[in-house]
């Protein structure tokens, strides 16, 4: 008895939510915003250093939201690692022998790979960029780990976490360097704008590939132990 | 001069998480003192800056909102940073010495520490509705981490609780913001109020400004979405606990009380302040009396905090539809109660973990004899208690006075019963630790003795929100400053 009554309590609430949503949209929807925010973006362009408007939006107009963003996934990353351990990578009872996945990696991998340096430079003029560019990435290092091809570099080692800190740390630099030079934080040089966020970018995406990449290899594991502060462990 | 001091305030926390991250523990140790200490010296410069010069705006990349993001320093907000540069740093210097170094997974103690730092720096500061999400993100996550750290299956469980709770929140708070985005065009809250009080636009939607404070407050605790806070600050290291409690929950709050200053009035009602209010009220008496039956330590300091933070929401109906100066008075009391309540339970939490260190058990009962041989620890708990309670001349006896003359003057006259229900429980479970630490009879006289650093910061923490009703005065008049350009 109390389930259903909890059950059309929730309903009730999840229909309120639902009606109430749909009303502020459909009221949302009939007026005009005051604000042109495309209209703005699209004369600004110009001096964004690139011609696609998100790519301009991410990495110039609003970069200080991409830089914290990218701060989140390093810190998804850290925490990721910080409670496992990947003495398993080695782990034989994981390593798939399948040789269809085999065959599927020779012709994928490569293809991937040349897919995510496509997908980058799109982002210049069209949708695309690092984080697109940094799945694909991940995505192929899913396949060859699943394949079982040794990644040294996945061990929480000092070149882990190089790779999950270097397009952070390169975003930030820049963003420092501008503010050095008299500028605001990440005012990029009109002379260079082009060739940083290039830089950034190509960056990002491999930093992205690795923090994905990391979640997936060293999530499982839970070699830690740490008994709560006062009780012996 | 301010912008180099804005680049540093922005760069340093950023920075020094990389830099943390690739050394050990006991390196990061001391790159983090460094860090520390610059970002302290920053922060009392910019404070100083403001003080003197007013606020302004900073404009991210040199663009202009709507188009870019503009952070606004103004005097509430660098009080709020140096607040943190304060408390961060004194729970930085603690766990530099309590955590140990020998545990391999203490070394990502640090950089997730400084990105805590730069997220509640990001939030202080933001002006722009989508900016505040990245940053309660950044805040989230550092914070789920810490609480995960090394963790076994209770950590976390009550991470993976903590995780689940922010995420809902910061949806709905996402939410609410892709709405007001749809009806103005614009991110900016400087510009959203502009719109709404020029009354060309169209009036606003209700709905969005509720998902956004239904968000913020799941992530605030607020009674009776608290049900993460307790297991979370309880089991997390005791400085982890303390930045949590200090800090992270009023990041959300301070995004909930700016839509509500701006926006509140002309969204908000009558019913939904009252409401809020009335949720507040329940938490603090909820809150309290849980804290009073709690066996571990440091869950009664953990439930404390669920009743502290009710205070809070006294805000809402206090700030709705009254006169400029009461409200200005409420402000004001509120900003004093997260000010002392910041410092004072972050005394409580770092003097609550040496004495768990000291008598090696995490119960209350476990704490006899103890005030024999570690008075000083006990002394900074009490201390932060005291400015729990409101007794004067602390920092919670002052707010508590200026939202008593707040409720008062506005005629709403219930919330008085409140606060003082609030400060005799906040009594009961402070003196319930006491007593039990008072008890000699037991035959225990194995106690572990914490090194004398970790014994002084507590100490300095409490003592300043001791002192804190004392310089009432000149707190409240930088935050009241104006804006330099009229902008706001």
């Known amino acids: 008895m109390s389930r259903f009554l909890g059950i059309t309590v929730l309903a009730a609430v999840c229909l309120v939510f639902a009606g109430a949503l749909m009303i502020t949209v459909w009221q949302i929807a009939g007026t005009q915003a005051p604000v042109d925010l495309p209209g703005l973006l699209a004369d600004n362009l110009e001096a964004s250093g690139v011609e696609h408007p998100i790519t301009a939006v991410l990495l110039n107009f609003r970069s200080y939201d991409t830089l914290l963003e990218i701060g989140v996934l390093v810190i998804a990353g850290i925490a990721g690692i910080s409670m496992a351990n990947t003495a398993s990578l080695e782990d034989p009872e994981l390593r798939t022998s399948d040789s269809l996945l085999y065959a599927l990696q020779r012709w994928f991998v490569p293809l991937m790979l040349v897919l995510a340096g496509y997908l980058l430079w799109a982002g210049s003029d069209r949708p695309g960029g690092a984080f697109q560019a940094g799945a694909v990435l991940a995505a192929s290092g899913v396949m060859m780990r699943l394949g079982g091809i ?84 | 001069m301010t912008l180099w001091l804005m680049a540093g305030l922005l760069f340093t926390p950023l920075a020094w998480a990389v830099l943390t991250l690739m050394v050990d523990f006991r390196k990061g140790r001391l790159v983090t003192w460094l860090g520390m200490a610059v970002q302290v010296l920053v922060s009392l410069g910019l404070w100083a800056a403001v003080a003197s010069d007013g606020g302004f705006l900073y404009l991210l990349g040199g663009w202009q909102a709507p188009l870019g993001i503009e952070l606004r320093v103004d005097g509430l907000a660098v009080t709020f940073v140096l607040l943190t540069a304060l408390v961060a740093a004194a729970c930085g210097w603690h766990a530099s010495i309590y ?10 103690f640090w950089p997730l520490f400084w990105f805590l730092w730069a997220g509640l720096n990001a939030v202080w500061l933001g002006g722009d509705l989508f900016n505040l999400y990245v940053g309660l993100e950044l805040i989230s996550l550092a914070a789920v981490g810490l609480v995960a750290l090394g963790g076994q299956a209770d950590a976390l469980r009550a991470a993976i609780r903590y995780l689940m709770a922010a995420l809902l929140g910061s949806l709905a708070y996402l939410l609410g913001v892709a709405l007001i985005y749809g009806q103005f065009g614009t991110l900016s809250l400087a510009g959203v109020t502009e719109l709404m009080n020029s009354g060309d636009a169209q009036s606003g939607q209700t709905f969005p400004l509720v998902l956004m404070l239904l968000g913020l407050a799941l992530k605030t605790a607020l009674f009776p979405m608290h049900g993460w806070l307790p297991p979370a600050h309880g089991i997390a290291k005791s400085p982890v606990s303390a930045l949590l409690s200090a800090l992270v929950v009023k990041a959300s709050f301070y995004i909930a009380a700016r839509l509500w200053l701006d926006l509140g009035g002309e969204l908000g009602g009558f019913a939904l302040a009252q409401l809020i209010g009335v949720l507040g009220s329940l938490a603090i008496i909820w809150g309290s009396w849980l804290a009073f039956r709690q066996t571990k330590l440091k869950q009664v300091v953990a439930y404390s905090s669920v009743a502290q933070i009710g205070y809070l929401f006294l805000l809402f109906p206090l700030t709705w539809g009254v006169t400029e100066a009461i409200s200005l008075q409420a402000q004001q009391g509120i900003t004093l109660q997260v000010i002392s309540h910041a410092l004072a339970k972050a005394a409580m939490f770092l003097a609550a973990g040496n004495l768990i260190m000291s008598v090696g058990s995490n119960r209350v009962d476990a704490l006899a004899g103890v005030s024999r041989f570690l008075p000083f620890s006990l002394f900074s708990f009490g201390l932060a208690g005291v400015s729990l309670m409101g007794l004067p001349p602390t920092g919670g006896f002052a707010a508590k006075w200026l939202l008593l003359q707040a409720s008062l003057a506005s005629g709403q006259w219930w919330w008085l019963a409140v606060l003082l229900a609030g400060g005799l429980l906040s009594a009961a479970y402070v003196f319930r630790v006491y007593r039990a630490s008072f008890i000699e009879s037991t035959d225990t006289d194995q106690f572990y003795h914490p090194s004398r650093s970790l014994e002084v910061i507590p100490m300095i923490l409490a003592l300043m929100s001791l002192g804190l009703g004392l310089v009432a005065e000149p707190v409240l008049s930088v935050m009241s400053l104006p804006f330099e350009g009229g902008g706001q």
């Not at chain 1, 930030?172 to 002379?191: E, Q, R, W």
């Open chain 1, 150 to 233: 040794p990644m040294e570099f996945l061990r929480p080692g000092v070149l882990l976490r190089l790779g999950l800190a270097l397009g952070f740390s390169v975003f930030l630099l820049v963003a420092v360097v501008s503010a050095m030079a008299g500028d605001a934080f990440l005012a990029y040089p009109d002379a260079f704008t082009k060739p940083l966020i290039l830089i950034i970018e190509t960056v990002l995406t491999f930093s992205i590939a690795m923090v994905l990449l990391a979640l997936f290899v060293s999530a499982p594991v839970n070699g830690a132990e740490e008994p709560e502060e006062g009780e012996s462990g």
């Open chain 2, 99 to 108: 955590l140990d170094p020998g545990k391999p997974w203490h070394r990502y």
